[in-house]
């Protein structure tokens, strides 16, 4: 069976005295290749994010610090801890190019926010609510969220009523056009989004990738993969019809 190649936008940390250093965390490697694909890692370079995105079948956008609330024409709340610019440049190009070209997309956590954003809506810069939603990735709080069942996300996870874990200070304000809610806290605030003419441009608030053991993040990761691999085949079918008529078929 084809392993779709996957990319994950990586973070940047800097440190005083050292050189800055692109990662990401092994949790999303782990959740994507026990999905059955091979991650790679994308260094921030927006410059190249149109020549990148060619060579992929999917893209993971993945947690990480907070947008720049400037992106959506606000003055910056004094909780807002914004990410590496590098960064920041870099997955709104990719969350826009894996949009307007079909490229089936997971965005997690800061990764939804940045999906939203890049489309033209708003975040909340800081969360004022009787759920705890911003714990520690040491110790991730928990609460439910409700799945609208007639979401991809509901096809995804086959039930209403979910418990997920939670580690975000900032969510969703103003749903940009064209994006669709499909999931939300019991407070109101918005656990997912989706494009619904998109194959697979989906969203989770949750860390999926830290909850290795529970049906409901093995569902949206393989669902991710499943669609990333029939992406691959497309892709081949194309290039395979394009081909000039008797070529040598390629070794």
Excluded at 27 to 43: F, N, W
Excluded at 47 to 74: K, V
Excluded at 86 to 98: E, M, T, V, Y
């Amino acid at each position: 069976m084809h392993k779709p190649l996957i990319g994950i936008g990586s973070d940047v940390v800097q440190k005083p005295g050292e050189r800055d250093r692109a990662f990401v965390y092994t949790t999303y490697i782990e959740s994507l290749k026990r999905a059955g694909a091979v991650p790679v890692l994308i260094p921030p370079q927006p410059e190249n994010a149109a020549d990148l995105a060619e060579t992929l079948d999917g893209i993971l956008l993945a947690g990480g610090d907070d947008c720049d609330p400037a992106e959506y024409g606000e003055e910056k709340h004094p909780s807002c801890e914004t990410m590496d610019p590098r960064r920041q440049k870099n997955d709104l190009g990719l969350a826009r190019l894996a949009r307007e070209r079909g490229i089936p997309t997971l965005g997690i956590c800061l990764g939804v926010q940045v999906m939203n954003v890049a489309a033209g809506g708003s975040l909340i810069q800081d969360i004022t609510s009787d759920i705890d939603h911003a714990s520690e990735p040491s110790d991730r709080h928990r609460h439910d969220v409700h799945i609208d069942a007639s979401t991809k996300l509901g096809g995804i996870l086959g039930d209403q009523e979910f418990n997920v874990n939670s580690s975000h200070h900032q969510a969703i304000g103003r749903v940009a056009n064209g994006l669709r809610v499909t999931a939300k806290a019991p407070d109101g605030i918005v656990e997912g989004l989706e494009d619904p003419s998109h194959p697979f441009y989906v969203g989770v608030q949750w860390h999926p990738e830290d909850m290795p053991g529970e049906s409901s993040a093995s569902a949206i990761f393989g669902a991710f993969v499943e669609a990333a691999r029939k992406y691959a085949r497309e892709k081949q079918n194309a290039a395979a019809d394009l081909s000039p008529v008797g070529a040598a078929p390629s070794e």
